[in-house]
């Protein structure tokens, strides 16, 4: 095979790999504790 062809599916593989990897996170449940900070439980500073 072709390096430069090896080298393009490489590319197009880590790309895909990023794009679902920030699909994930955007569908990610723990994201809302971003978005809405006051929906939190309150936080005990005692424990």
Same mark, same amino acid.
């Given at each position: 095979m072709?390096?430069?062809?090896?080298?393009?599916?490489?590319?197009l593989?880590?790309?895909?790999?990023?794009?679902a990897?920030?699909e994930?996170?955007?569908?990610e449940p723990?994201g809302? $504790?971003?978005?809405?900070p006051?929906?939190?439980p309150? $936080?005990?500073e005692s424990e």
């Amino acid at each position: 095979m072709n390096m430069h062809l090896l080298a393009g599916i490489a590319v197009l593989l880590v790309l895909v790999g990023v794009s679902a990897y920030r699909e994930a996170l955007r569908n990610e449940p723990i994201g809302r $504790f971003r978005m809405n900070p006051g929906k939190l439980p309150p $936080f005990d500073e005692s424990e």
